[in-house]
């Protein structure tokens, strides 16, 4: 792969960097069309999804630092180089659903609605920047003899050199891609306000689940080594999302 795709004078854009961005700015656009769609208007849903997306990028960077503090003791700046890896998406999630409660205040929406909107968004945005991770080696596989395996070459690479691995990057993103045609054809057929959200949310924590299996960088485990770091919240976010479609199912069914 190429982790460093063009090098000019003494600037280097790094494909990671580039493809993370165009999957925030594809997001953003998204969601901004999704909004205009639901009577938001265009300046409002471009601010909201600003600070959303903003929020998202610092709170997946800090929950990475904090699960790599070791490697940032000698060298502390290096937390800020997000552009060469290292984003962890329940850390951006947490950032995007604190700035999402704020803003819904401050331009006076209706909290679920906004997340219905923002559920196919980050699905779709979230499927490009996996594809960063794929050139930039992170988030790699186990060692396979799949015939799909992938092996990477480039000595600037984060990943294991000369060895097959399963693409664990391209399986996040097909898993996201999936999600967000999914959440794009349940859409006008949703039965109540904040139900793409949770259902976004459990298919990825299932995914995610799935994925971590055949992981072969660095995880973090829990339960003795049961389940790495990613499952044990995966299984949160799935209770909590199944949970809450039920509650909200009994809430509609009860009315009608």
Known sequence: MYPELL??????FHTYGLLVAAGFLTG?????????????SKDDMYDIAF????????GSRIFFVIVNYP???????DALKIWTGG???YGGLIG?????????????????????????????????????????GCCYGLKTDVPWAVTFTNVKTIAPMGVPLHPTQLYDSFNELTIFLILTALRPYKKFEGQLWWIWLGLYAIGRSVVEMYR????GTVFDGALTTSQAVAAVALTVAVTMHIWNWRKLTARS
């Open 7 to 12: 090098t000019v004078g003494p600037l280097t």
């Open 87 to 89: 984003l962890v998406f």
């Open 51 to 58: 600070w959303v997306v903003l929020a998202a990028l610092v």
């Open 96 to 136: 995007a659903a604190c700035a999402m409660a704020v803003m819904v205040r401050i331009k006076k929406q209706r909290l679920w609605k906004l997340a219905d909107i923002a559920a196919p968004a980050a699905a779709l945005g979230h499927s490009i920047g996996r594809l960063g991770c794929f050139f930039a």
């Open 71 to 77: 490697q940032y003791l000698d060298h502390p700046l």
């Open 216 to 219: 072969g960088d660095p995880r």
């Open 28 to 40: 953003i656009w998204w969601m901004a069309r999704l909004g205009e769609q639901e009577g938001i």
